[in-house]
Nanobody, 118 residues
Framework: QVQLVESGGGLVQAGGSLRLSCEVS????????MGWFRQAPGKERELVAS????????YYADSVKGRFAASADNAKNTVYLQMDSLKPEDTGDYYC???????????WGQGTRVTVSS
């Protein structure tokens, strides 16, 4: 079992920044690839970023490249998603997930809402 607890969402103006955190626990969580997914209103959930606990093999959706950055702090068992230059279309519920492979969510956090106002 892997447990994930997210924090850091909120309301921000366009052009602003937010940092999401995901604290992870469980016996084998370091073997999982960590992903950040979002679900915008009326849309399907999509993968926006992914990272391994080693810090390599990062992936970013085209829509967030150059604006979002994923990182992993092994000492704190926490992964982060730094979101800069936020746009209204970044609004949605953001979920942290642990998966055996890239883009797969075997375990999920509870989600945190990000609202970007124009």
């Amino acid at each position: 079992q892997v447990q994930l607890v997210e924090s850091g969402g909120g309301l921000v103006q366009a052009g602003g920044s937010l940092r999401l955190s995901c604290e992870v626990s469980g016996r084998t969580f370091r073997t999982y690839v960590m992903g950040w997914f979002r679900q915008a209103p009326g849309k399907e959930r999509e993968l926006v970023a992914s990272i391994r606990w080693s810090g390599d093999d990062t992936y970013y959706a085209d829509s967030v490249k150059g604006r979002f950055a994923a990182s992993a702090d092994n000492a704190k068992n926490t992964v982060y998603l730094q979101m800069d230059s936020l746009k209204p279309e970044d609004t949605g519920d953001y979920y942290c997930a642990a998966g055996l492979t890239l883009g797969r969510g075997d375990y999920w956090g509870q989600g945190t809402r990000v609202t970007v106002s124009s």
